[in-house]
């Protein structure tokens, strides 16, 4: 399916859209992927390190027809269910780039956290994920068994930054919504020096607040495959109807 993708407005505003007739008849030897992370992630972060790899950007999905093909640096692996290592194995296994694996938030904590944590660094993951609710002393239990980052993600301004770093926290994930840029900012001031990773939201302005406050990588989430498949089928719609219009013009 080689028709444009136009859902979002992040995703709009980077696409390179093709005639669709263009699209419909020929094939490119070198297709870029689908679904572009915008240029200025790139450009403007600085990076987190991850073993080997500097990640600028990372997507938010668990579904591989987007993480195939989509071009952002990383991927981030979070799902509101239980922490399940056949989907990290599946997902490690398939993505052709570093892969972060949550292990714990509200719902799940202590033993089955830590079992989690030590199976995603057996099967390669490349850092692990707590949610906010998670307890620090879990945390310290992680940091013990695992060689990899662990990350915490945070929602608001009002939280111990310093108990998480002094538990082992490597990395913030900041998801903020609106108040994202703010919580960044505080994190510089209340935690210096510690790489911030960001949720992008849905316009191009507030990746660059994002950015410009501080965040060292951005994490997007892409159009569902339902989005994708209503954009596909319109534009599908719309060249059949030219093409009809057209050939009746001969009759």
Not at 16 to 41: G, M, Y
Not at 56 to 75: C, G, H, P, Q, Y
Not at 144 to 153: A, C, D, G, T
Request: net charge positive.
């Amino acid at each position: 399916m080689d028709a444009s993708i136009t859902n979002g407005s992040i995703w709009e505003s980077e696409s390179v859209k093709r005639p669709f007739f263009l699209n419909l008849f020929t094939t490119s030897k070198k297709q870029s992927k689908k679904i572009a992370t915008p240029h200025i992630i790139a450009e403007k972060c600085n990076g987190i390190l991850l073993g080997k790899f500097n990640i600028k950007s990372l997507i938010f999905s668990t579904d591989m027809a987007l993480i195939e093909n989509n071009d952002s640096d990383a991927v981030l692996a979070v799902y509101p269910f239980t922490p399940s290592s056949k989907i990290m194995k599946s997902l490690i296994d398939f993505a052709d780039k570093p892969v972060i694996c949550g292990v714990g938030g509200g719902l799940t904590q202590g033993k089955v956290s830590l079992e989690m944590a030590i199976a995603a660094e057996s099967m390669g993951a490349a850092a692990v994920i707590v949610n906010q609710p998670f307890k620090n002393k879990d945390i310290e239990a992680i940091k013990r068994k695992v060689n990899i980052p662990i990350i915490s993600s945070v929602s608001i301004k009002e939280f111990s930054f310093r108990d998480r770093v002094n538990a082992g926290v490597d990395v913030f994930h900041v998801t903020g919504g609106s108040n994202t840029a703010s919580i960044v900012e505080h994190i510089k001031y209340a935690a210096p020096c510690y790489p911030i990773i960001a949720t992008g939201g849905k316009t191009i302005v507030n990746i660059q607040s994002s950015i410009h406050s501080g965040a060292d990588a951005i994490v997007l989430t892409p159009p569902s495959s339902g989005e994708l498949f209503k954009s596909i089928m319109k534009q599908y719609r719309t060249g059949y109807n030219k093409l009809k219009n057209s050939l009746n013009q001969f009759n």
